[in-house]
């Protein structure tokens, strides 16, 4: 996929996420490799469709690419709560625990745990 194709997809995406289409953006979504995107605010966006849609692993998958390029409370918050709608306590409780790590101060551990 050349950048013109993207760049289209990519504003199909975002014109279906301010009409509120979730499931149509998320088809759209998955023709994309997400990998080669730089863009942690484009996938956040994505990460946001796919868990409207109830699609968890994706929408971890995708808040994974965001952590491994930079770590920071707001992907470790969203990771911990989409491990805790999974059922993955483990994952969930280890997230936590680096969250609190990152942001000792921060009053949303208190929603977390």
């Known amino acids: 996929m050349d950048k013109y194709e993207y760049k289209v997809k990519l504003a199909q995406i975002e014109k279906l996420v301010t ?9 759209i979504a998955d023709g994309i490799d997400w ?3 730089k863009s942690a605010t484009t996938l ?12 968890l692993e994706d929408c971890y998958e995708i808040l994974n690419m965001i952590y ?6 707001r992907v470790v ?14 994952e969930a409780i280890d997230l936590y625990k680096e969250f609190i790590k ?4 921060d009053l949303n551990k208190f929603i977390l745990k």
């Open 35 to 37: 990998r080669k995107v």
């Open 44 to 55: 956040n966006m994505i990460a946001d469709i796919y868990e409207e849609t109830s699609r």
């Open 102 to 105: 990152i942001a000792p101060h």
């Open 68 to 73: 491994d390029r930079s770590v920071g409370r």
């Open 19 to 27: 009409k509120r289409d979730f499931v149509t953006a998320a088809k």
């Open 77 to 90: 918050y969203r990771m911990t709560e989409v491990a805790t709608k999974m059922h993955d306590f483990e």
